[in-house]
């Protein structure tokens, strides 16, 4: 044994070891494998008690999983489990959450009846009436067009054929003027003998498709189809006839033409089928004070018909307005007003003075209303091609012709077709005939502001050298070396 004294052995936990701990430990240290340390690292049980028993195999995920186990439904501090409560979500939302022991049983015996053909479901079923203890019809050997009828004696529905559907004789009877038809079934039809009851007889001569009938109080009587364009009215008799349907005839007034100094107005007149007088108005204002009778009047029939006058002392440069009338017994009807503008060599009209009207007395050609300049006709010496119509209605071309074939500035076709004037700029050179007419239509008739001794160019080429011009102090129509000067007077169509 032995006593420490030692005052640091005192302090040191070795202070409290026993003999009985010693004892221990040194039993203790056969078990398992101590690797040389003073604490247990490994142990293998060699007991052959434990090594036979079946708590051997239990491992610490087989303990994990009991105790989770444990919460579920009833153990009865039991080591297995005698109830359990579903409480799976996705089972209690299933329709298989509501089946009871009662469906089953009853499914079970729902197997039995007819054929399920392995299915969860029937298929076919074949009833058994002798489970019936009322049967509600009495059907034998039904035939076409029975009915159903309900016997109250037997409570029963039975098939049934109605007299009606049987073959029935008839009888035709003649008696007191009266034709009858009577069979098994009571039933009896009456026909008045028209011979002796005029109320019921139809004159009728011949009819055909669309004739009516009219009853005048006492027969029936016809009323003959009538044509198109007809409608039935009642006359004064009281008798209903096709009449044709008369209104106030309709006018239109349309566009005049005119040669100075008269003018042609023209309309359109449906006279609807009476006799139509027909005049125009016009005048210089919309009072007309003016009258003039159609051509054509009076006219008839129910179509269109155009209508026209000749008027004549008219003022040219004056406006005119002009409208149609149509008169009949039904009314009158006038057209629209419209208006006209007599032309005249001499007036101004679109940028200048008109010197030539064609045949239309709507178109021609207008003189610009004073000299543009004097210049050469240009290109001495050379032909230029297409430059040598003289007739008129042929100055544009011979203008277009010069330009392109002579591109010298300043010359006189060139001045003519680049000129802007009054709004217009579609001005050319005169031709050698219109030039005339630009002589006499306004030169002579001191319009025009032209001068005494003047001489003008064409556009109309007569060779190489030469081109013809007009002097404007006698009329005389000559030629002039192109390289000389001469006066220029734009002219444009319209």
């Known amino acids: 044994s ?230 039935l009215t009642m006359n004064a008799s009281g008798v209903p006839e096709w009449q044709y349907t008369y209104t106030a005839p309709t006018a239109s007034t349309q566009s005049a033409t005119f040669s100075l100094p008269s003018a042609i107005l023209n309309g359109v007149v449906n006279p609807n089928k009476l006799s139509t007088t027909v005049t125009f108005q016009y005048g210089t204002t919309i009072s007309y004070g003016n009258t003039a009778t159609a051509t054509q009047s009076p006219i008839n029939g129910s179509s269109n018909t155009n209508v026209n006058c000749s008027i004549s002392g008219l003022v040219a440069g004056t406006t005119y307005h002009f409208r149609v009338k149509a008169e009949n017994s039904f009314g009158i009807t006038y057209g629209d007003d419209m208006t006209f503008t007599l032309l005249g060599t001499g007036i101004t009209w679109e940028g200048g003075l008109i010197f030539y009207l064609d045949g239309t007395g709507q178109h021609g050609l207008i003189a610009a209303p004073s000299d543009q300049t004097s210049a050469d006709w240009g290109c001495y010496p050379s032909v230029i091609s297409g430059a040598d119509g003289t007739a008129i209605g042929t100055g544009n071309q011979n203008t277009l012709d010069i330009v392109a074939g002579c591109t010298t500035i300043g010359i006189a076709a060139e001045i003519c077709a680049n000129l802007n004037l009054n709004g217009y700029s579609d001005w050319f050179l005169p031709s050698k005939d219109e030039l005339g007419l630009m002589y006499t239509n306004l030169y002579l008739a001191g319009k025009g502001s032209f001068g005494t001794t003047l001489y003008y160019w064409s556009s109309s080429e007569y060779n190489i050298n030469y081109s013809y011009r007009l002097n404007f102090s006698g009329g005389v129509s000559g030629t002039s070396l192109k390289n000389s000067t001469q006066y220029v007077r734009a002219v444009r169509a319209f």
């Open 2 to 231: 032995f006593t420490e004294t030692d005052p640091v052995f005192g302090a040191s936990i070795a202070k409290n070891i026993t003999t009985s701990n010693i004892t221990n430990w040194n039993a203790a240290y056969s078990w398992g494998n101590h690797a040389t340390a003073g604490y247990l690292t490994s142990f293998t049980e060699t007991d052959p008690v434990f090594g036979a028993s079946i708590a051997k195999n239990i491992t610490a995920s087989n303990i994990t999983n009991w105790n989770t186990a444990y919460s579920w439904g009833n153990h009865a501090s039991a080591g297995y489990l005698t109830s359990f409560t579903e409480v799976d979500p996705i089972f209690s939302s299933s329709a298989a959450n509501g089946i009871t022991s009662t469906n089953i049983s009853n499914w079970n015996t729902a197997y039995g009846w007819g054929n399920h053909a392995g299915l969860y479901k029937l298929i076919s079923y074949t009833p058994d009436w002798s489970e019936l203890t009322n049967k509600p019809f009495n059907l034998t050997s039904p035939s076409n067009n029975q009915l159903l009828k309900y016997n109250t004696t037997s409570s029963k529905w039975e098939n049934w054929t109605p007299n009606y559907l049987t073959t029935e004789n008839q009888s035709l009877t003649l008696s007191n003027n009266q034709l009858s038809i009577s069979g098994a079934g009571g039933n009896t039809v009456t026909f008045t003998n028209w011979d002796t009851d005029k109320t019921d007889d139809v004159t009728l001569s011949t009819p055909v498709n669309g004739d009516m009938l009219y009853f005048n109080g006492t027969n029936w009587t016809a009323v003959p189809k009538g044509t198109t364009g007809q409608v």
